[in-house]
C-alpha cells in the first residue's frame, strides 16, 4: 500500500493549482493588447503548464506551485516582449 503524502504536500499541491487557475483571466484577458494569435499561443502555454501541474500532482507534489510562477513569468515576458518589439497596445 502506498503512503500518503503529507499534509503539507496535500497543501503546497492544492495551492498550486488553484494559484494556476486564478492566472487564466489574465491569458484571456491578453486579447485586449495582443492579438488573437498570441492570446491562442498564451493559452496553450497555460494549458500545458496545467497538465505539468496534474502530472506533478502524485510525483512530485511540493513542484506544483512552479506552475503557476512560471506561467505568471511567460504571460509576463511574453505581454512586455510584444509591447517592445511588435507594438502591441491597449
Known amino acids: 500500500m502506498a503512503d500518503s503524502p503529507s499534509l503539507l504536500a496535500k497543501v503546497v499541491r492544492v495551492l498550486g493549482v488553484l494559484a494556476h ?3 487564466l483571466p489574465f491569458y484571456l484577458a491578453s486579447g485586449l493588447v ?3 494569435w ?4 498564451l493559452v496553450g ?3 500545458a503548464l496545467l497538465v505539468l501541474a496534474i502530472r506533478w500532482w502524485r510525483t512530485r507534489p511540493l513542484l ?3 506552475a503557476p510562477v512560471v506561467a505568471l513569468a511567460v504571460w509576463f515576458a511574453g505581454i512586455s516582449a510584444g509591447e ?4 502591441w497596445t491597449a
Do not use: D
Not at 84 to 87: D, E, Q, S, V
Open 34 to 36: 495582443a492579438p488573437l
Open 64 to 66: 506544483v506551485p512552479l
Open 84 to 87: 517592445a518589439w511588435l507594438g
Open 38 to 41: 498570441a492570446v491562442i499561443v
Open 45 to 47: 502555454i497555460w494549458a
Open 21 to 23: 487557475l486564478v492566472l
